[in-house]
C-alpha cells in the first residue's frame, strides 16, 4: 500500500516550506533559489526523516534469534539507515 507524500513527509515539507527553502505549486514540490544554494541540506531532510527510514525498515523481515529478537533487529536497522543516510549526506556536502 502506498502513502501519500504529506503522510510521510509532511512535517519535513511543512518546516522546509517555512525555512523558504521549497515551494509548492499544483502538485509540484521544487527549491526556492534560497533552497539551491543549499540543496544538500534540504535533501537531507527528506533522507533523514525517520519515517522514511521506518519504512525502509518495514520493508525486511530480520530473523530473530537466541541473540536478539526480530523486533530488536529492525529497531537497528532504522539507525543504521539513519546513519548511513547522514553519513552520505555528509560526504556529498562540498568542501571549501
Known amino acids: 500500500m502506498y502513502k501519500l507524500i504529506d ?9 522546509l ?11 509540484f514540490i521544487s527549491l ?11 535533501f537531507e531532510a ?4 525517520s519515517e522514511a527510514a521506518a519504512g525502509a525498515a518495514a520493508e525486511v523481515e530480520p530473523v530473530g534469534d537466541v541473540q536478539a529478537d526480530a523486533g530488536y533487529r529492525r529497531e537497528v536497522l532504522v539507525t543504521l539507515v539513519r546513519r548511513a543516510l547522514s553519513d552520505a549526506a555528509r560526504r556529498a556536502r562540498p568542501t571549501h
Request: proline share 0%.
Open 17 to 27: 516550506r517555512c525555512r523558504g527553502l521549497i515551494k509548492e505549486e499544483g502538485e
Open 46 to 49: 527528506f533522507l533523514l526523516n
Open 32 to 42: 526556492t533559489e534560497r533552497g539551491k544554494v543549499i540543496g544538500n541540506e534540504v
Open 7 to 15: 503522510e510521510v513527509f509532511g512535517e519535513t515539507i511543512k518546516d
